[in-house]
Nanobody, 117 residues
Framework: QVQLVESGGGLVQPGGSLSLSCSAS????????MGWYRQAPGKEREMVAT???????KYGDSVKDRFTISRERGWNTVYLQMNSLKPEDTAVYYC???????????WGQGTQVTVSS
């Protein structure tokens, strides 16, 4: 069984920065990459950032030029550096393992990010 554990969430003022991390452990099958999603109150879960094992990177439109994803493939760890945070970024952030077919099948418990003055 795969376990994903996120950390680094907290309360930040608008314009501030925050860094999240996620580590995968357990019986991990072959996977294509790792990524971050988020879910805000009353909204659907959305893709924030993805990085494949081959180095391909994609960001959600709402976070482009503000967030940066990075990975340590050997340790199955993914990071999310968040800059210029806005109140609209307030959400629970989840990390994901992508299966070999590209589907997001594994999820952590999430970490709360609150952006407020």
């Amino acid at each position: 069984q795969v376990q994903l554990v996120e950390s680094g969430g907290g309360l930040v003022q608008p314009g501030g920065s925050l860094s999240l991390s996620c580590s995968a452990s357990g019986s991990i099958p072959g996977f294509n990459g790792m990524g971050w999603y988020r879910q805000a109150p009353g909204k659907e879960r959305e893709m924030v950032a993805t990085k494949t094992n081959g180095g391909w990177t994609k960001y959600g439109d709402s976070v482009k030029d503000r967030f940066t994803i990075s990975r340590e493939r050997g340790w199955n760890t993914v990071y999310l550096q968040m800059n210029s945070l806005k109140p609209e970024d307030t959400a629970v952030y989840y990390c994901t393992l992508y299966a070999l077919d590209g589907s997001a099948n594994y999820w952590g418990q999430g970490t709360q990010v609150t952006v407020s003055s």
